[in-house]
């Protein structure tokens, strides 16, 4: 398992070994031994989530102010653009993102830790995402921040209008939002 730092240096790119030949291929999506020993999280899971999203459908950018979720996130059918940002008050980075493709190709993974927002844009036909919590939801909790925030200047890989839930296209900007201290 190759395990490497973003822009962000809290998270983290992982890519897993693939094991491939003429019949398919076989990897270990999870191990919570090699995820503490590789990189060096000793995260409990608690939440398995899967989603299905459509060509330019953009979620987020979501994160929840009390019990923050850290987040293992990958695809597995499809491509998408995905997306960390630290809401994290006392941190070198607050305010900044970081961004990577996701594929069912790559079969890469993202480690976003608590504190962060996240969001991603489909770029595929259709993508499906799973991504493992470290916190169950709690929708009392749950706020956004817009996908489209002048200050965060999130570079999406898109020309048109992304397709936005109600609830997304409300989110505050960075600037007015609740983060961590």
Not at 43 to 64: A, P, T
């Amino acid at each position: 398992m190759n395990v490497l730092q973003t822009d962000i240096p809290d998270v983290l790119l992982i890519e897993p070994p693939i094991f491939g030949d003429e019949r398919g291929f076989f990897y270990e999506s999870y191990n919570e031994k090699v995820f503490l020993d590789k990189v060096g999280i000793s995260s409990h899971f608690v939440q398995d989530n899967h989603s299905r999203s459509v060509k330019n459908v953009l979620r987020g950018l979501h994160y929840q102010i009390h019990q923050p979720q850290g987040k293992l996130v990958r695809v597995v059918v499809g491509s998408v653009f995905d997306v960390a940002v630290d809401l994290r008050k006392t941190s070198a980075t607050f305010g900044q993102w970081v961004g990577v493709y996701l594929s069912a190709e790559n079969k890469n993974q993202l480690w976003i830790p608590p504190g962060f927002a996240h969001g991603f844009l489909v770029l595929s036909e259709s993508a499906e995402f799973l991504y493992k919590t470290t916190e169950y939801y709690a929708p009392q909790y749950d706020r956004t921040i817009i996908w489209n925030d002048p200050d965060l200047a999130i570079a999406w890989p898109i020309q048109e209008e992304p397709v936005v839930s109600a609830k997304d296209k409300v989110g505050k900007l960075l600037l007015e939002a609740e983060v961590y201290s």
